[in-house]
């Protein structure tokens, strides 16, 4: 699986935008980009996902380099409630191995401040 | 629906017991996951079932670990001779398409 690199940490005030990056610049053609957070006792949830182009919903936007070696997860208005671990992920959907297993790393813990 | 089930929350071995752990997928997902998490890590993948077969085991799950999806629905995670290197927490999830649904967990501590 190809490997993603993030920052151990970061910290927001709340209300401010937050941009979470990631490096992956071993990325294959065939890997989306995925993004999860998992907060405080709970198991990770879903945020966002993209192949080559940008990407807006409700919870967050994504933001893909031009050459796919990089991202970056964006929280347009951080709350209290955002302060999670983040975890940027690399999925192949080549071949039969379409939405197969999810390989995380240790993430970037996002603290926000009041 | 409300979401993957996990049962129990909370589980207290003693070390050498076998433990046995159920997921409840969301109706009508295909794909199950299970992942074990230690504190300060990220989860990492154990093994994937997509319908009734399991199609993926990683190399983490020795001997000791089965797990089972009879007729593609709940699956069971079974830890014979349990070690205390076993205590993490194990988290299934479920998906039909793109996004992963996860379950809160099932805890273990081996004493």
């Known amino acids: 699986d190809a490997k993603t690199t993030q920052p151990n940490s970061m910290e927001s005030n709340e209300e401010e935008p937050v941009h979470l990056p990631c490096n992956h610049s071993t990325i294959s053609g065939t890997d989306y980009i995925h993004w999860y957070r998992q907060l405080p006792s709970q198991g990770p949830e879903y945020v966002i996902h993209g192949l080559t182009s940008n990407v807006n919903n409700r919870m967050a936007s994504l933001a893909i380099a031009e050459d796919r070696k990089s991202s970056t997860l964006i929280l347009h208005r951080a709350t209290l409630r955002d302060a999670a671990v983040y975890y940027c992920?690399?999925?192949?959907?080549?071949?039969?191995?379409?939405?197969?297993?999810?390989?995380f790393g240790q993430g970037t813990i996002l603290t926000v401040h009041p | 629906d409300t979401g993957v089930s996990q049962d129990p929350r909370h589980k207290i071995t003693k070390r050498g017991q076998n433990v046995t752990f159920r997921c409840d997928p969301i109706?009508?997902?295909?794909?199950l996951y299970w992942y074990r998490q230690t504190l300060g890590q990220g989860p990492e993948f154990l093994t994937y079932?997509?319908?009734?077969?399991?199609?993926?085991k990683s190399r983490l799950l020795s001997d000791r670990f089965s797990a089972e999806r009879p007729k593609g629905s709940f699956s069971t995670l079974e830890i014979q001779r349990t070690e205390q290197g076993d205590s993490a927490m194990y988290l299934c999830?479920?998906?039909?398409?793109?996004?992963?649904?996860f379950g809160q967990g099932t805890r273990l501590t081996v004493v």
């Open positions: 079932f997509q319908n009734e077969a399991q199609l993926e």
């Open positions: 109706s009508e997902h295909n794909r």
């Open positions: 992920i690399l999925r192949d959907v080549a071949g039969g191995t379409s939405y197969g297993k999810l390989t």
């Open positions: 999830a479920s998906s039909f398409g793109v996004e992963a649904f």
